[in-house]
């Protein structure tokens, strides 16, 4: 069983939003930070791989790199095991594949350094 499968992306144009959700198994979802990640399609090798985009701990906090404050929401849903992010105004810069994962006190939750397909989220100018 995948424990990580995320949604939601798509075709979409300067401007406008998306919704990505991921559906975590295989772990106390309510124990876990969780945080969604970004690597762009055909990433130079070597590369930066997979960028922390956004994060939301288990008391609810939030954490953002700079580039997307303002235009996304993370949010996560303790009932269904589903950690969200809204993605608003989007750029051509936000076009990349978005992965989630979730880390507990002892480190990676879902397996060390196991990740789902992710899922692509393109924006044209």
């Known amino acids: 069983q995948v424990p990580l499968v995320e949604s939601g992306g798509g075709l979409v144009r300067t401007g406008g939003s998306l919704r990505l959700t991921c559906v975590a198994s295989?772990?106390?979802?309510?124990?876990?930070?969780m945080a969604w990640y970004r690597q762009p399609p055909n990433p130079p090798i070597p590369g930066p791989g997979r960028?922390?985009?956004?994060?939301?701990?288990?008391?609810?906090?939030?954490n953002y790199i700079d580039s997307v404050k303002g235009r996304f929401t993370i949010s996560r849903d303790n009932a269904e095991n589903t950690v969200s992010l809204q993605m608003n105004s989007l750029e051509p810069e936000d076009t990349a594949v978005y992965y989630c994962?979730?880390?507990?006190?002892?480190?990676?939750?879902?397996?060390?350094?196991?990740w789902g397909k992710g899922t692509l989220v393109t924006v044209s100018s």
């Open positions: 994962n979730g880390f507990d006190s002892t480190g990676w939750a879902y397996g060390v350094n196991r």
């Open positions: 960028v922390l985009v956004a994060s939301i701990g288990t008391d609810g906090s939030t």
């Open positions: 295989g772990s106390t979802f309510s124990a876990n930070t």
